[in-house]
């Protein structure tokens, strides 16, 4: 059984910092395409940012969080990071994890929830102002 497990998110004031983990088991993450949504109480899953297994692993980011968040991966331990900088109250959300087996060759294919085959419980994030 796959399972992706989020961890790290909490309650911060506004400019701070948190890094959340994905640690993922039953499959491999260096052939895993892996991205990070967000949903807030009233709105949709948003995209947050994504990261391909192919090539040198071609990353991208939601305007809203380009120059803040930074999205990694660490093949050794199975395990994709979100580092969020800067944090502001519109970040508040609930933030899952995902992950896709398919292959593709359009970043903008990441951007959709439904290429993804496995998603995480979530991890809490609010920030205060």
């Known amino acids: 059984q796959v399972q992706l497990v989020e961890s790290g998110g909490g309650l911060v004031q506004a400019g701070a910092s948190l890094r959340l983990s994905c640690a993922a088991s039953?499959?491999?993450?260096?052939?895993?395409?892996m991205g990070w949504f967000r949903q807030a109480p009233g709105k949709e899953r948003e995209f947050v940012a994504s990261?391909?297994?192919?090539?040198?692993?071609?990353?991208n980011y939601a305007d809203s969080v380009k120059g803040r968040f930074t999205i990694s991966r660490d093949n050794a331990k199975n395990t994709v990071y979100l580092q969020m900088n800067d944090l502001k109250p519109e970040d508040t959300a609930l933030y899952y994890c995902?992950?896709?087996?398919?292959?593709?060759?359009?970043?903008?294919?990441?951007?959709?929830?439904?290429?993804?085959?496995?998603w995480g419980q979530g991890t809490q994030v609010t920030v205060s102002s």
């Open positions: 995902t992950a896709s087996t398919r292959p593709t060759t359009s970043t903008r294919a990441t951007t959709v929830p439904g290429w993804y085959d496995y």
């Open positions: 990261v391909n297994w192919w090539g040198t692993g071609v990353t």
């Open positions: 039953g499959l491999t993450i260096r052939t895993t395409a």
